[in-house]
């Protein structure tokens, strides 16, 4: 009976031991990483171009920027991030402890938001249950959305064929009462609200001189912090 007893005591200490050590092994990589291990040990980045092709798939440019992640409502700050939007796919690059710089692809069926500089995105649920990432212009809940993205063309005016990246282009929408509505002007932007609002929301847009398709960003988050306005 000692020794079973023994034994027993010996296989729970072996056990805790081991338990201890594996906490101790996440968070030292937590530390490292400030991303819990599904994460970081994501979907391999594979999608680099020749450096003599014209343009870049990114949002901005080729390098990676510090920003933060929001996942299954967790964020996870001072990242360096880059933007795919022609394979509409969010780059983590991060250096493994044998100090290899991975660039890894964040799951978008778990990611809700993520900032890059002064640009937020949030990953939205489209009808046939697919993931989409806008861009998001305000606060409160009517908010603007810019999907992004960019082409693959073909580029023969030298005589040699080539491959070039068009500039980012991009579809604007209205979140609005729970859905997500395209417009392409003044007057379709115009039609999305409140018939009450409609008039007011016009004359706003002319007397500030608005192209809501061209318009930078601060100038939208200003209409659409209007917009959001009970009284107006």
Not at 195 to 223: G, T
Request: a positive charge.
């Amino acid at each position: 009976m000692k020794i079973l007893l023994k034994a027993v005591l010996s296989l729970g200490l072996i056990y805790t031991i081991q338990s201890t050590l594996a906490q101790n092994v996440k968070d030292s990589l937590d530390l490292v990483y400030h991303l819990d291990p599904i994460l970081y040990n994501g979907k391999q980045y594979t999608y680099f171009v020749s450096s003599n092709m014209m343009g870049n798939q990114y949002f901005m440019n080729r390098d990676f920027s510090k920003g933060n992640v929001q996942i299954n409502g967790v964020i996870y700050p001072d990242l360096d991030l880059n933007y795919d939007i022609f394979n509409q796919q969010l780059l983590l690059k991060f250096i493994k402890p044998n100090g290899i710089t991975s660039i890894v692809v964040i799951p978008k069926a778990s990611l809700d938001i993520f900032n890059i500089k002064h640009n937020r995105f949030e990953v939205f649920k489209t009808k046939n249950k697919s993931e989409q990432i806008y861009q998001v212009i305000g606060k409160d809940s009517i908010q603007v959305l810019y999907s992004w993205k960019k082409r693959l063309n073909l580029d023969d005016a030298s005589g040699i064929s080539t491959f070039i990246f068009s500039e980012s282009e991009k579809d604007t929408y209205v979140h609005i009462n729970n859905q997500i509505k395209k417009y392409r002007n003044n007057k379709s932007f115009v039609s999305l609200f409140d018939s009450n609002k409609q008039k007011k929301i016009k004359k706003y847009i002319q007397e500030k001189n608005i192209n809501v398709k061209k318009a930078p960003d601060k100038q939208m988050i200003d209409l659409i912090a209007i917009c959001n306005k009970d009284d107006f």
